[in-house]
């Protein structure tokens, strides 16, 4: 009948269960097969979301080709069954086999040109540090020692990046990308439903939580690839092309301009945090975009997809879900206030 969540340190907080809150939440556990997850799916499942806050997610679960085939053969949809790396290095290469702007840097370059170091996992590589050692390191290179956080990401003169850095596969070094408005963008999506974060944000490592200001715009990939006010001409060409040409069913993108207004993508993930924004709005429009996904997929998927995607209005489990969840904020923002 349901969604079932197949999730690595990606629950509490996290957009996909807010969106779908009477989903099953299948937790991943280290070195399991795929006859392992089959074994534990539940009897009604009708998609199956790989949902695992790991950079490199190819071997999780072992035989991982095989869950998704044995998921197939049972007309099971699954969900971003074929994003297999994260790393910024791996954005950067299929941005250019897709033909959009690269912001890797090169060892050789303008010496005095500035570069921004940052680790080539996913956030930090938390999700990969708490795996055994012998998958993580069968899976992929291994977090940097260098840089656990954006905190601890370096801009500097390329001059001055010691020469053991380009080779550290840890590390990911880009141009420093910036323009004159200092304008960021956070996409998230579901299928075809996009919410844009247009911001602004003066800091030398922008993100999202620091921005000075926010504009949000509601709109669709088929709307994006025709041009929409507010978003730049490249941006939208950026936003269409790497979702549709990385295979992405949800999640979300880091987009940064650079003074000739020029698209580079900058941070791309499969488990968007969502504990602090978004509203039901939203909610309801990437269920209904995810259940067109997965009717797309299988006609004759559960009734329950038929469902989602004829409902205006909120269910009672996705409000009580946002009430206490406010509750949660409400709790957190008084503590910090103490």
């Not at 969502?274 to 039901?280: D, L, R, V």
């Amino acid at each position: 009948m349901t969604l079932v969540v197949y999730e690595w340190e990606a629950w509490h907080g996290f957009l996909l269960p807010r969106a779908f809150p009477e989903s099953i939440r299948l937790t991943a556990h280290p070195n399991e097969e795929a006859k392992d997850v089959l074994a534990r799916l539940p009897a009604d499942a009708s998609a199956f979301a790989f949902h695992l806050n790991v950079t490199f997610a190819k071997g999780f679960p072992r035989h991982r080709f095989d869950l998704v085939r044995g998921l197939t053969q049972r007309g099971i949809v699954p969900l971003n069954a074929g994003v297999l790396d994260i790393s910024k290095r791996a954005i950067q290469t299929k941005c250019a086999e897709l033909g959009l702007p690269v912001a890797a840097a090169h060892r050789d370059g303008d010496p005095d040109a500035r570069v921004i170091v940052k680790s080539n996992h996913n956030y930090g590589g938390h999700g990969d540090r708490l795996l055994p050692m012998e998958q993580a390191a069968a899976a992929g290179p291994l977090p940097s020692a260098l840089v656990s956080t954006h905190e601890e990401y370096r801009v500097l003169p390329r001059r001055d990046v010691p020469d053991d850095w380009w080779d550290d596969p840890g590390l990911a070094i880009e141009r420093y990308i910036e323009n004159p408005a200092n304008r960021i963008y956070r996409i998230t999506f579901f299928a075809d439903a996009v919410v844009v974060y247009r911001m602004t944000n003066p800091h030398v490592v922008k993100k999202v939580r620091d921005s000075t200001s926010r504009e949000i715009i509601y709109t669709t990939l088929a709307d994006l690839g025709r041009g929409h006010p507010g978003v730049g001409a490249s941006v939208c060409d950026a936003i269409v092309r790497y979702i549709e040409g990385a295979a992405f069913d949800f999640g979300a993108l880091d987009i940064m301009e650079d003074e000739l207004d020029d698209a580079h993508i900058i941070d791309a993930n499969t488990t968007s945090y969502g504990n602090f924004t978004f509203g039901i709005r939203s909610m309801i429009r990437f269920r209904r975009a995810l259940a067109d996904c997965v009717l797309a997929r299988n006609p004759r998927a559960s009734p329950y997809w038929r469902r989602i995607r004829s409902q205006p209005l909120p269910t009672f489990r996705l409000v009580t879900g946002e009430a206490r969840r406010l509750q949660r904020v409400w709790a957190l923002a008084r503590e910090g206030a103490r």
